[in-house]
């Protein structure tokens, strides 16, 4: 399984879906390191 | 106005809506996404041509009579599609709310908003344009708007762009049509692409507010003491990209002499600050008459075009929108905009989609006793998804609606098996141009206030939404809701 | 993926080199399955940064079970929760296995 501990999150929301700092909250309350949040608004 | 006899709160009202469309296949080109696209398209007139619609086929379609109040919003969810290939036959140029503009016209109209000659037209092209508008019943030549100005030759044409870097303006057949002169030679804020795109924003701007003020028993143009306007363009210069104003230049051609304004930015979510603010300096006895406008967007015209292409259909984001809104006094008779009941996204309501729909829909409605049960309708993202599912963007509205329905189950105001008939009974379909701050809500206010007035809504929501994090100052988005309530509806109550 | 995002995912993954995933929010099947095809196997409209750039990085979604059994309950409800009920789940995670599929068969 992979194992979010440590890793170097790259969280890529969207404006509709789960947001970027949303998806970034979920990573680095789970060990990672959330290196890049972007949002993703197709409108 | 009739006024009735009953008695006046201190909320303001929602007095008046305008909405327009302009219909400009040509400038598609133009269109931030479609500019850059067609820059590696070996005969870009020939790879856009087969999809450019006429504007027979832009008045036909229906989600654009909806949005001019000609089509309800629940006749659009019965109406067969795809929309594109199901046009309505009997279809207006106006309707209730407004109007779609022909291309012809509105390159008249974007000349005779342009005070600094930066825009040529062709010869024939002005003159076409100048017989058509010159009889518009709302911006013709009686309205007392600037006229349009001669045209030139293709050779004054070809030397401005050869020679002073102006923008070519062509034809979907690739005619030249005309030219936009920059506004200083070294301002990148000054571009003829981007005078272009504010010139755009205040023309559709100017026509929606006409519009606003030709209506029997409308304000006085005299009478306007205050424009706010919301829509996204950046007007400025290189000292101040951005600084505005377009309102004051959209409250200067529509003839509203006593008006000072100002511009409202917050994304897409403007129009519903600008609609709160609007409030506000009405409740608080600033001023008896405010109105907010906003125009359209040229650099979102085509964004998902290449969808359209790969599913071999029209590119439906032709038009640019724009609207008007007057808010008043408490006449008796006009829509409440509730001041009590506004939801705010605040700084501490993050990203969390939770945290955010309950600031933005049950907690201003708790705030005043009513739960999500007591709104008739609700407007939220109204993009059209026939305009956004052919580019793998998914139908914005339906996703909206059905996190707004799941609110509702998470408060137990609703099963969860009932989610669909939530979204059904209280949505809508989207049925907006993918013109941002325009989409935002905003386009069934027009038929919210006939609901509200003469028809069985008694209450609706208003919810906008903005992407901040997209200016990259914040990772926060921005939220702002309005109710919008029949007058005396709650009149025990308050 | 918009080309100014892709732009910046390559420069993150070529500073951070090893140890990099990609966690999605996205809200459809279709959108799920072009954002995990471009972080690994490259932009597949060919426009942007990513074009023939495989990055070959891990890709997840939030609403898979091994990712929200690592998230704190009670983060997980409130920043995912809502969004895992009104979204298409199960299409996305689809998605998500079809990009995966995809990307091993190159």
């Known amino acids: ?43 | 106005m009739p006024r009735v006899a009953r008695a006046t709160s201190d909320m303001p009202v929602i007095r008046a809506v305008s909405l327009v469309l302009a219909h400009v296949p040509s400038l598609v080109r133009l269109g931030s996404k479609p500019l850059r696209v067609l820059r590696e398209i070996e005969k870009p007139i020939e790879y856009l041509q087969p999809h450019l619609r006429d504007w027979e086929a832009a008045r036909t379609y229906a989600p654009n009579q909806v949005f001019i109040g000609n089509l309800g919003v629940d006749e659009l969810a019965a109406w067969p599609t795809p929309w594109h290939r199901n046009p309505i036959a009997e279809a207006g140029r106006f309707g209730p709310d407004g109007e779609i503009m022909p291309e012809d016209e509105f390159f008249g109209l974007l000349a005779a908003c342009d005070g600094f000659d930066l825009l040529a037209l062709d010869r024939d092209l002005a003159d076409r344009a100048r017989r058509a508008l010159d009889a518009h019943p709302v911006v013709g030549r009686e309205s007392g708007r600037p006229a349009i100005r001669a045209g030139v030759t293709a050779g004054v044409l070809d030397a401005r762009i050869a020679k002073h870097r102006a923008l070519p303006i062509v034809g979907t057949d690739g005619r030249l049509l005309g030219a936009m002169l920059p506004g200083h030679d070294e301002d990148d804020t000054l571009t003829g692409q981007v005078l272009l795109e504010n010139l755009a924003c205040k023309a559709t701007a100017a026509l929606a507010l006409r519009h606003l003020l030709a209506r029997p028993g409308a304000i006085a143009s005299a009478d306007v003491r205050y424009v706010m306007n919301c829509g996204e363009e950046a007007v400025g210069d290189r000292y101040q990209r951005g600084g505005g104003n377009v309102a004051k230049a959209v409250a200067e051609w529509a003839g509203c002499a006593r008006a000072t304004g100002s511009d409202i930015k917050a994304f897409c979510c403007g129009p519903m600050h600008a609609l709160m603010l609007a409030g506000a300096l009405v409740r608080g006895g600033l001023h008896d008459d405010v109105v907010v406008v906003a125009g359209g967007s040229l650099a979102k015209l085509g964004m998902k075009f290449q969808g359209h292409v790969k599913h071999a259909m029209p590119i439906v984001e032709d038009v640019l929108a724009g609207f008007a809104v007057h808010v008043s006094r408490d006449d008796g008779v006009s829509p409440i905009l509730r001041t009590d009941a506004i939801g705010r996204h605040e700084v501490a309501s993050g990203s969390a989609p939770l945290a955010v729909v309950k600031a933005l829909y049950s907690e201003p409605l708790g705030r005043v006793g009513l739960t999500l049960l007591d709104v008739d309708r609700f407007a939220l993202e109204l993009h059209n998804p026939e305009a956004t599912e052919p580019a793998g963007s998914g139908n914005v509205p339906l996703n909206n609606y059905r996190t707004l329905a799941s609110l509702a189950v998470v408060e137990k105001l609703i099963a969860r098996e009932n989610i669909d008939d939530f979204v059904r009974t209280r949505g809508m379909p989207g049925f907006s141009p993918t013109q941002g701050h325009i989409a935002s809500a905003i386009p069934y206010l027009g038929h919210a206030r006939r609901g509200l007035t003469e028809g069985r809504l008694t209450r609706t929501m208003f919810a906008g939404k903005g992407s901040l994090f997209l200016g990259r100052m914040t990772q926060l988005p921005d939220g702002l809701s309005l109710v919008l309530e029949r007058n005396g509806a709650n009149a025990g109550a308050a | 993926m918009g080309l100014e995002d892709q732009a910046a995912v390559k420069r993150v993954a070529d500073e951070h080199g090893s140890g990099v995933v990609v966690l999605l929010g996205t809200p459809d099947a279709e959108s799920t399955q072009t954002l995990a095809q471009t972080v690994v196997a490259g932009d597949p409209s060919y426009a942007g940064p990513l074009a023939g750039v495989p990055l070959g990085l891990p890709v997840f979604h939030v609403f898979e079970p091994e990712v929200r059994d690592q998230v704190p309950a009670d983060v997980y409800e409130a920043q995912v929760a809502l969004m895992e009920m009104s979204l298409d789940r199960d299409a996305i995670l689809a998605g998500l296995r079809e990009a995966r599929r995809a990307a091993t068969t190159i």
């Open chain 1, 1 to 43: 399984m992979m194992d979010l501990r440590g890793k170097k999150v790259i969280a890529l929301g969207e404006r509709d879906g789960v947001p970027g700092p949303a998806v970034a909250e979920c990573a680095s309350r789970a060990g990672a390191d959330v290196v890049l949040t972007l949002t993703a608004c197709y409108v």
